[in-house]
């Protein structure tokens, strides 16, 4: 008879690879909580071995203890091997290229604190496992783009960037500010004046924090002029990766196309004085009338050819509906308008060739390339966004007749 033999727990095989120092309870905690993984226990280890000699080793007075950390942070808890494990680990594959060695105690402590205290970028426990399913990267969605989330040490200005990207998801920059998922415009002094709690810890972990001498970390320094600094740097790095907003396909859809969508239609609907020439009773009476703007298109607009209201520059005209009696009204701007209206500074500041971009992009009209209005490009709004503003308009019997 051939019987095969059962495999050896792992308590057995990292006894065997690692000596008597390793208990058989030192099961990594992923595993002590039945979470399971897509790696067998020793081949986790394996690839933590691989891990360890790809890591930098840490040098006194050049952001070391930083460096020891974030190693024992992916050790004990990327890999979930626990704080034993990890120590064992980083003595035997890793300590020893470190200026000075640090000692098993001081090991020991580091391994226990990277346990024991959450990840700062939010991480769970054995993110560095292969996940189930075959995936072989742990990303990070940033924006329109994935951006791969850095597991090695990091100095404050890769940490500070990552938290950027990860707090405001941006979308695209605008000049030197970038606007968020939520299509809030974000400028650079909103964001590196004070840092967050959580910010400030994940900074304790970089290369390059502040030490006094002896290796400790000067707290009091980092939410001071430290992250001042690297907060600026990565401010730019961030406005480096990101595209303008008329390179970015973002959809009809959206917080930042309502936001547009929202300053052309109050802009239109801004309450205009016009003169007009009204019969009563037959006799022709001149009175001033207060009405949108987008109403005095409806009172100025005709069948036929483009009319202008007044000198703004927005014509209109009539065309036919669906039925003989109905009328759809068509309506035509420039984007010297808004500077006309006093509408809000970003349509007046935004130019003709970037409005006329921003319409064609967030679906409120197109400026045609066959049909002129009074001879001038302009932009003809798109009719279901036209009939989301007009009000009901109904001349009186003796019809309406604008002055002029």
């Known amino acids: 008879?051939?019987?095969?033999?059962?495999?050896?727990?792992?308590?057995?095989?990292?006894?065997?690879?690692?000596?008597?120092?390793?208990?058989?309870?030192?099961?990594?905690?992923?595993?002590?909580?039945?979470?399971?993984?897509?790696?067998?226990?020793?081949?986790?280890?394996?690839?933590?071995?691989?891990?360890?000699?790809?890591?930098?080793?840490?040098?006194?007075?050049?952001?070391?203890?930083?460096?020891?950390?974030?190693?024992?942070?992916?050790?004990?808890?990327?890999?979930?091997?626990?704080?034993?494990?990890?120590?064992?680990?980083?003595?035997?594959?890793?300590?020893?290229?470190?200026?000075?060695?640090?000692?098993?105690?001081?090991?020991?402590?580091?391994?226990?604190?990277?346990?024991?205290?959450?990840?700062?970028?939010?991480?769970?426990?054995?993110?560095?496992?292969?996940?189930?399913g075959g995936s072989k990267k742990n990303e990070s969605e940033i924006g329109s783009k994935t951006e791969p989330i850095s597991d090695g040490p990091k100095d404050a200005t890769t940490i500070i960037l990552e938290y950027f990207r990860r707090t405001y998801k941006p979308l695209f920059k605008r000049g030197n500010s970038i606007v968020a998922d939520n299509g809030r415009e974000i400028g650079m002094g909103e964001v590196t004046s004070i840092p967050r709690p959580a910010l400030v810890e994940a900074l304790k972990l970089a290369t390059n924090v502040p030490c006094y001498k002896g290796g400790v970390i000067n707290e009091n320094a980092i939410a001071g002029g430290f992250f001042r600094t690297w907060a600026k740097v990565a401010w730019g790095a961030l406005l480096d990766e990101l595209e303008e907003e008329d390179d970015v396909k973002l959809g009809a859809d959206g917080p930042v196309q309502e936001e547009f969508c929202r300053l052309v239609r109050e802009a239109l609907l801004r309450q205009i004085k016009l003169g007009m020439t009204i019969k009563v009773n037959g006799i022709a009476q001149m009175q001033n009338e207060v009405r949108s703007l987008i109403d005095w298109a409806w009172v100025f607009a005709k069948r036929g050819p483009w009319k202008s209201v007044r000198s703004y520059r927005l014509w209109c005209k009539l065309v036919p509906g669906e039925t003989p009696n109905q009328n759809v009204l068509m309506v035509a701007l420039r984007a010297e308008l808004f500077s006309q209206l006093g509408a809000d500074r970003r349509l007046i500041d935004m130019g003709a060739n970037r409005f006329t971009r921003r319409c064609s992009q967030y679906g409120i009209g197109d400026s045609s390339q066959t049909e002129r209005v009074h001879g001038k490009k302009a932009v003809i709004l798109n009719p279901a966004f036209v009939l989301d503003l007009v009000t009901d308009f109904t001349t009186d019997d003796g019809g309406e007749v604008p002055e002029g």
């Not at 008597?20 to 030192?26: Q, R």
């Open 1 to 132: 008879w051939e019987v095969r033999p059962a495999d050896p727990p792992d308590w057995f095989v990292k006894w065997i690879l690692f000596g008597p120092k390793l208990k058989p309870d030192d099961t990594p905690r992923h595993e002590r909580n039945g979470k399971a993984t897509g790696d067998t226990h020793t081949a986790v280890i394996g690839r933590a071995i691989q891990y360890l000699a790809k890591c930098k080793p840490a040098i006194s007075g050049q952001g070391g203890h930083s460096a020891t950390m974030s190693v024992a942070r992916a050790i004990v808890f990327g890999f979930g091997l626990g704080p034993v494990v990890g120590k064992q680990l980083m003595a035997d594959y890793w300590n020893s290229n470190c200026q000075p060695p640090w000692s098993d105690r001081e090991l020991e402590h580091k391994c226990t604190d990277a346990d024991t205290t959450a990840d700062p970028d939010g991480r769970p426990r054995g993110y560095l496992l292969k996940p189930r």
